[in-house]
């Protein structure tokens, strides 16, 4: 099943991505405005089941991000070995792991272009994985981690480097350009472990492979995040945790490797699907 959040002839609607096209659900589910309303309601299940048998509504759509109204979207930096020994600093990999913010603004859906601002043009592709809450809490044991995902989705974190480097603490800058990055295309209802423990995550740009790893070797798994990040903020249905990106973004390249207009980047997971993104220039 795909739940995805689109715009069709200048409405948003939310629905399932099928063989044959979209159909939309929210016109039948008034009560939850959003995507993020039926996850809080616990209604994934009952919107499945309304699709079953149905023909599509739409054959011609736009994707939107599929959560537009997250109350946090929150990153997990330097995730992978490869990742931590890009730094070159010397250093183990660390005891607790790094984050930052991002804002829904950041990000545009899938088949939608990334844009590269005038300021610079150093835009970066990071491919990960993006878990969404669905069920909130605070001080998660990892044991009770996976009760707390509803879905997943694919996340391409483009990132403007130089701009990463403006301050002494923070990444945020480089991290929030409008229209930088992507989320989608859409939401895997999250059933059991096997959907994450260890499945393969690549990035490639105009059909090369840049990227490519396991969530087994992540440094801190996901439950760890949810415990980590759920020990200082309050989780709550909708929210995203976007895991961490594997070595080979276009930074790390001798010379650089930035996405330039017409570049194409396609995110893939195993089970989850591909985000694809074009570029263009503001």
């Known amino acids: 099943m795909r739940f995805a959040t689109v715009m ?5 609607l939310y629905g399932v991505v099928a063989p044959d096209g979209f159909v939309a659900l929210s016109p039948e589910f008034p009560h939850w405005p959003s995507l993020r309303d039926a ?8 919107l499945a089941l309304a699709s079953a048998g149905r023909a599509a509504t739409h054959t011609s759509w736009s994707y939107d991000i599929p959560i537009p109204n997250p109350e946090k979207i929150i990153c997990v930096g330097v995730n992978f070995p490869d990742r931590n020994a ?6 183990a990999a660390p005891p607790n792991m790094s984050l930052f913010i991002r804002f829904p603004r950041s990000f545009v859906g899938h088949e939608a272009p ?4 005038p300021e610079s043009h150093k835009l ?7 878990v969404v809450i669905g069920k909130g809490g605070r001080r998660i044991p990892q044991d ?4 707390h995902i509803a879905a997943l989705t694919l996340c391409n974190e483009g990132t403007i480097r130089d701009w990463v480097r403006h301050a002494k603490f923070n990444v945020t800058q480089g991290k929030n ?4 990055g992507a989320l989608g295309p859409w939401l895997v209802p999250f059933e059991d472990a096997e959907q994450l423990d260890d499945i393969r995550l690549t990035t490639k740009v105009n059909g090369t492979l840049r990227q490519d790893d396991r969530t087994g070797r992540m440094l801190f798994g996901i439950r760890r995040q949810i415990e980590y990040i759920s020990t200082f903020t309050t989780l709550v249905p ?5 895991t961490g990106t594997p070595t080979g973004a276009g930074a790390r390249f001798d010379p650089p490797k930035f996405l330039k207009p017409g570049d194409v980047i396609e995110v893939e997971a195993d089970g989850i699907g591909v985000l694809r993104n074009s570029v263009i220039d503001e």
């Not at 996850?39 to 009952?46: E, N, S, V």
């Not at 890009?86 to 250093?91: N, S």
């Not at 990334?114 to 601002?117: A, T, W």
């Not at 350009?177 to 930088?180: H, K, L, Q």
């Open 8 to 12: 069709a002839q200048g409405v948003r």
């Open 114 to 117: 990334l844009i590269r601002p």
């Open 124 to 130: 970066d592709y990071e491919g990960e994985i993006a």
């Open 238 to 242: 909708g929210d995203i945790i976007v």
């Open 144 to 147: 009770r981690a996976y009760g």
């Open 177 to 180: 350009w409008d229209g930088s």
């Open 86 to 91: 890009e730094y070159k600093d010397g250093t």
């Open 39 to 46: 996850i809080a309601a616990g209604g994934l299940p009952d």
